[in-house]
């Protein structure tokens, strides 16, 4: 079975947009999976924003921190 | 919707910007002869986190629970962690004019790594981790500003002896910076834009002493001397060419977080303390200069310990908080009111009448959330740095500890807006403070066809 999907609309001008530049420039078999592949790239910056400093981003701000004489 | 350009300059006094002391800016001082100019007063603490974030939510710090870079969790003598974009639970002006409609474009706002999803595009700040971080919003502008302009430089170390280093470095960073904006400003959609440059903070602190005839360690150096009035050369030149990106009715905003002033000196808070009784270690340290950790010392003596950077914040050893607590919650109040009279009548080590400023946060903000100090101290209104460090044989110390800085923060910053539709009069404005400038930037951005 595949995936439940849901339909949303766009404007005409942007589908053809689209389309013409899947034309141009492939990468992607249709607008449909084009959409869904730039939605997903938008929300995983959220995702990776959610979780804010990773470990070691953390400890590589504090160094900076450190060396400009904040911490 | 009316379009506005915020050209952000971390630290910019009136004493440069308005006073021309000693800069030569044709382009942007013309822009400012035009504008309503204000004396912008900044947030307790005066400091760039949280001051533009005030800027742009028009929040106090209480109410934003943010205190500075680092806090502490009750319990900790040091910090524990650091701030990032994930501690706004605020609504900004970027998030108001994305709900408006708009399309915004950040550009080094503090604090907004890790980058957030906007209706239009964001990089983030000097706290981001490296160039090698996802700093860009959507994504892939990252990849499109990196093939036109190289690795994002986000900051310099500038607290180091190689002077001509600092400055090399950091007009290196400026130069590509305000080349990336250009860029941003010609190639993309935006109704609001914010541009944050820290790099004038950076050469402020580094070059002041150079710069200020009033520096208590003025020098007259032929290279050194120079490097201040040529970096705002920079930014003027490079501001000429982003104006002439502009749409011709673009609001242009010229605002700073908070000013700048000559460092007199620092004061070692921890040493004072110790002097006082409220502070009690369990050894002196050997060499002067050590950072205080939670083994050194004597907690069933220590009433207090403080931190150090432009201002000190005081922490209580208070029972039930704190492991080793020793104040009575009963006794806090007491404890408090007889600290901060102390520290009020704290002198220079000459005798010399100083102008201290000792606050509870409860008195200062509507709202006091996060991990706060219970007290908040400023030493000479400001003019001598708080050293944290221990070890040292007198409080006041000639230099910072954390290596080489000419200067401290000071409460007036500006805050300019130029119409070139004239909705807005030029001249003086009075005072304006940081907490009120989200408010009017939101109205004059919405509210005027």
């Not at chain 2, 908040?376 to 006041?396: E, I, N």
Request: proline share 6%; net charge negative; with cysteine.
């Amino acid at each position: 079975m595949g995936e439940e999907t849901v339909s949303i609309e766009i404007s005409r001008e942007l589908y053809e947009k689209v389309k013409k530049y899947i034309e141009e420039n492939g990468g992607f078999s249709s607008v449909r999976e084009f959409v869904e592949f730039v939605i997903n790239e938008v929300l995983s910056t959220e995702e990776e924003a959610s979780a804010g400093y990773t470990k070691e981003e953390e400890e590589k701000v504090k160094e900076r921190l450190r060396s400009l004489g904040y911490l | 919707m009316r379009k506005v350009f915020v050209l952000g300059l971390d630290s910019a006094p009136p004493k440069t910007l308005y006073e021309r002391y000693g800069v030569d800016i044709p382009v942007l001082g013309s822009l400012i002869d035009d504008s309503r100019r204000w004396l912008m007063r900044t947030c307790h603490p005066p400091i760039t986190i949280p001051a533009w974030l005030v800027m742009f939510t028009g929040k106090t710090p209480g109410e934003l629970g943010i205190y500075g870079f680092r806090h502490r969790k009750p319990g900790d003598v040091g910090h524990t962690y650091i701030i990032n974009s994930n501690f706004i639970k605020h609504q900004t002006l970027w998030d108001t004019i994305s709900r408006a409609g708009g399309r915004v474009g950040i550009f080094g706002v503090p604090p907004t790594y890790p980058p957030r999803p906007v209706r239009g595009f964001m990089i983030t700040d000097f706290m981001t981790p490296g160039p090698e971080n996802q700093y860009a919003f959507p994504p892939w502008l990252k990849h499109e500003l990196e093939s036109r302009f190289g690795p994002l430089i986000f900051d310099v170390k500038f607290r180091r002896h190689d002077k001509e280093r600092v400055r090399d470095e950091l007009f290196q960073m400026t130069r590509q910076h305000l080349k990336i904006i250009e860029y941003l400003v010609k190639r993309k959609a935006w109704d609001l834009f914010i541009y944050v440059e820290i790099g004038i903070d950076r050469i402020h602190h580094a070059f002041w002493k150079y710069f200020d005839v009033s520096h208590p360690r003025y020098e007259e150096n032929k290279e050194l001397s120079r490097v201040i009035p040529d970096y705002y050369k920079l930014i003027d030149e490079g501001f000429k060419r982003i104006r002439k990106a502009l749409p011709k009715d673009t609001i242009i905003v010229v605002a700073s977080d908070h000013g700048v002033k000559s460092m007199a000196g620092a004061f070692a808070v921890n040493e004072w303390l110790i002097k006082e009784g409220y502070l009690k270690l369990k050894e002196k340290p050997k060499k002067p200069g050590t950072d205080l950790t939670r083994e050194m010392i004597d907690w069933d003596s220590t009433i207090a310990w403080g931190w150090g950077g432009y201002y000190s914040r005081i922490f209580i050893n208070l029972k039930g908080r704190e492991p080793k607590g020793i104040v009575g919650k009963e006794e806090f109040d007491d404890v408090i009111t007889q600290l901060s009279n102390d520290l009020r009548r704290v002198k220079g080590d000459n005798g010399a009448l100083w102008r201290n400023i000792v606050l509870r946060p409860e008195e200062i903000y509507p709202e006091v959330r996060g991990d706060p100090p219970d007290l908040m101290a400023y030493f000479d209104d400001l003019s001598w740095r708080a050293a944290g460090t221990v070890g040292w044989d007198t409080p006041f110390l000639p230099e910072n500890d954390r290596g080489p800085d000419d200067a401290v923060h000071d409460w007036h910053g500006v805050f300019t807006v130029y119409d070139p539709e004239g909705t807005v009069s030029r001249g003086m404005g009075g005072e304006m403070p940081i907490e009120r400038i989200a408010d009017y930037l939101r109205e004059l951005m919405l509210s005027k066809s």
